[in-house]
Structure formats: C-alpha cells, structure tokens
C-alpha cells in the first residue's frame, strides 16, 4: 500500500506521486508508468502517470462514482518496487458545490446522439472560442491589454484576463492546445520535457479553467 486512504469529491482530480528506487539517464523516455482504478461497481478506469522531475512520477485521476476505489500501478521497469506492484485506495465522496463540472460531470454524447451532455444527463450547449497556443502565448505573470498601460493587471495576467473575459460572456469552453515546437516546454528538444514549466505554467492554467467551470478542450 502506497499511502492511507485519501477522500476526494467526486470528478475531482487526486493526484499520487511515486518515487522510482533506481536512477534512469533520461527517465521522461526510457519510463513509462501507468495505473488501474478499479471503481465501486467494479468499473476501471486506465491512467498513465508522467515524469516530474528526478524520481518522481505522478498519475492524477478523477473518480466517476461515490464509493471506494483502489488502484495499482505497473511500470516497464518491473524491478523498481518504487513504481511497479504499488497500490492504494481513494474514498470518493459527493460534491456539494455550483461548478457545474462538478455537480454534473465530464461531458459524453446524448443517449440520442443528437447533443452534448453530462456525465449525469444535464444538457449542455458548447461555447467557447479557440486560444491557439495558449500555453505559450496568454502569460500568467503580466498582461499586454492596452488599456492598462504597463500597469498590473487586475485579473493577475493575460490569460486570466482573458478567461475573466469569457466568463463574462457566458462561455462555457475553452479550446486550446500547447504547441510541442516551443522551447520552453523542452529542456533537451523532443528528448527531455521541462517539468517545472508545466507546473508553472500549464498546470497553473488548467486549474483555474476548471475552477471557473471551464470545460478544457
């Protein structure tokens, strides 16, 4: 057993880390880890797991039903007991708030195949726009707006001016993707990702997205 049962809501993500015993030359290629949830009804969900940086791996999953899950993990390197054989457990409890994300669930085609719905039913209409790149062009740090002259911005930066934005035009989706050609995300070109970049920066982004209720396309 990795770690004691945690309790997380329900859609929600849970994020477990594992720590390899052994050293790789370049863990982000020569690694791949993955897990398997096991829900209450028996359902199971696959996941894989990315590197973090030095030994550390991490499997974020979100539970879909109420109840116990466990979970297990299996590396391609079966002899580090760090990674392969390790198991744990998540208690999902309901969600109590108004994200509705979260009181409905992910998204999935109508029973009719005729619109968008939730995980639980609920209608949904799909508005949003595209943010080509935006992980590497809508900064967290600053924000261009004209209308601020140089000044701070009152949302924080570009990309959560922007989402305020959108928020208050009543979208509900935001569309975009990182560009792999970008530098920054790299630290060796196509061979070796920066981790700290996408917990700078990206994870940062995605996490207020879905605070706002955002559906990440």
Known sequence: MCAPS??????????????????????????????????????????????DGQNTW?????PTA???????????????????GQTGE?????????????RHGFLR??????HFCHADGTPFFWLGDTHYQMPDTERVDECNHPEHGGATCPHGGQFQHLLADRKQRGFNVYQTYPSATSPHWWMETYSRINPERFRKVFDVQMD????QGFIIV
């Not at 991490?58 to 979100?62: D, E, P, S, V, Y």
């Not at 085609?109 to 005729?114: A, D, L, P, V, Y």
């Not at 207020?208 to 605070?211: H, S, W």
Request: contains cysteine; charged residues 15%.
């Open 90 to 102: 998540l208690q999902c409890i309901a969600y109590k708030g108004d994200n509705p994300v979260y």
């Open 6 to 51: 945690p309790t997380i809501e329900c859609w929600h993500v849970s994020e477990i880390t594992l720590s390899a015993k052994a050293s790789f030359v370049n863990p982000y290629a020569d690694v791949q880890v993955s897990a398997t949830f096991t829900g209450p009804q028996g359902q199971t969900i696959y996941r894989e797991a990315f590197w």
């Open 109 to 114: 085609i109508s029973g009719n195949r005729r």
């Open 66 to 84: 109420i109840g116990q899950w466990t979970w297990k993990a299996t590396a391609s390197h079966t002899g580090d007991a760090g990674l392969h």
């Open 58 to 62: 991490k499997i974020r999953f979100a």
């Open 208 to 211: 207020q997205l879905a605070g």
